[in-house]
C-alpha cells in the first residue's frame, strides 16, 4: 500500500454491506439507530435480520433517527487526533438529514483542525446502492488512491449506480408516505408490486406497477438491461428483506445474462428496512443513467 493512505475512509450503516467486507476493506462506520417495540437500537446490532422482520411482519410500529453532528464530530476527531484526514461518503441527502449532520461536523472541526483534510460527499444512494459506490471507492483505498482521487471518483461516478427495486407489501411504503392508502389497498387486492428506483437527487420514485411478484423480480434485470450500457461491472450488489431465495432468483438471471461472477447478496438492514419492510428486493449495478 502506497504512502497515500493518510486518511480513513468512513461511512454509515445504511450502506448495508457485510460485516466482513466492512473489516476486510478498513472502512469505519457510523450507526444510525432505530426503535422498534418501544426498544433502541444502533442500525445492524442488537436484533437479528430475521428478528428485526418477524417483528416488522407482526405489525411492530418503527421509528429511525439520523446521525447527529456530535456524533460525528466525536468520531472524526478520533481520527483527526491520529493526523488522519477524513473521506466520508453518506447515505443520500434526499432520504435522511444525516448527510447535513456530517457537513455541520465538518464546518466545525475545519475551524478547530484547519490542518485537518476533511471531505464529504453526498452519496445520493441507499442500502447497497451506497454500499457498491463505497466498495468500489474502498477498492480505490485500497489501491494507495489519494484522498482526492477516491473523493473525485465517487463524486463523478454516483450518478451512475443505478438503484432498481421492488417492495412486497405496499402497506410499508405507505406508512412511510411513499404511496397513498387508496393505492395500497387497491394494488394490494389486485397484487401489484411497485418498481422503483432511486433517482439523481437521491429521493425514491415509483417507475412502474407489476402484476405478481416473479414479474416484479424479472422487471428489476430488464430495468438493468437498459440502463447498463458499456459499464464494465465486475460486482453487482442485492439486498433483501428477508427474501433470500428471491435475492438468489435475481442473481442467477443477472450472472446469466451479464457474465458477472461477482455479487454482493445482504440483508436491507433495519433502519433502511422500516421504511421498505419485508420482502423488499433490491439491484444495484453502474449503468449510463439512473
Not at 407482526?58 to 468520531?75: H, N, R, V
Not at 402497506?171 to 397484487?191: E, N, Y
Not at 412502474?208 to 414479474?215: H, L, N, P, S, T
Request: proline share 2%; hydrophobic share 35%; charged share 25%.
Amino acid at each position: 500500500m502506497s504512502n497515500n493512505n493518510d486518511y480513513v475512509l468512513i461511512t454509515d450503516s445504511t450502506c448495508d454491506l457485510p460485516k466482513e467486507i466492512y473489516d476486510k476493506q478498513n472502512i469505519a462506520v457510523l450507526n444510525l439507530h432505530y426503535e422498534i417495540d418501544g426498544q433502541e437500537y444502533a442500525d445492524n446490532h442488537g436484533l437479528s435480520y430475521a428478528e428485526f422482520y418477524k417483528k416488522m411482519r407482526s405489525g411492530l410500529m418503527t421509528k429511525t433517527s439520523q446521525i447527529t453532528p456530535d456524533a460525528f464530530i466525536s468520531e472524526f476527531e478520533k481520527y483527526i487526533k491520529k493526523g488522519k484526514n477524513i473521506l466520508y461518503i453518506g447515505f443520500s441527502s434526499g432520504l435522511s438529514g444525516t448527510f447535513n449532520s456530517a457537513r455541520i461536523a465538518c464546518d466545525s472541526l475545519s475551524q478547530k483542525y484547519p490542518d485537518a483534510k476533511i471531505r464529504i460527499v453526498d452519496s445520493l444512494c441507499a442500502s447497497l446502492g451506497e454500499g457498491l459506490l463505497v466498495y468500489k471507492a474502498s477498492q480505490l483505498y485500497q489501491q494507495g488512491k489519494s484522498l482526492d482521487e477516491v473523493a473525485d471518483w465517487t463524486e463523478e461516478n454516483k450518478l451512475h449506480l443505478c438503484h432498481m427495486f421492488t417492495v412486497d407489501d405496499l402497506m410499508f411504503l405507505h406508512k412511510g408516505g411513499r404511496v397513498s392508502r387508496t393505492s395500497a389497498i387497491a394494488g394490494t387486492i389486485l397484487g401489484i408490486k411497485p418498481g422503483l428506483h432511486v433517482d439523481n437527487e437521491g429521493h425514491l420514485i415509483p417507475l412502474a406497477k407489476v402484476r405478481g411478484r416473479k414479474q416484479s423480480l424479472n422487471w428489476l434485470v430488464e430495468n438493468m438491461e437498459k440502463r447498463v450500457g458499456n459499464w464494465e461491472n465486475d460486482t453487482f450488489a442485492i439486498c433483501h428483506g428477508d427474501c433470500i431465495d428471491d435475492a438468489e432468483y435475481v442473481a442467477k438471471i443477472v450472472k446469466d445474462k451479464f457474465g458477472i461472477k461477482n455479487v454482493i447478496i445482504n440483508h436491507t438492514g433495519p433502519v433502511v428496512g422500516s421504511h421498505s419492510g419485508p420482502g423488499t428486493l433490491a439491484l444495484f449495478f453502474l449503468g449510463d443513467y439512473r
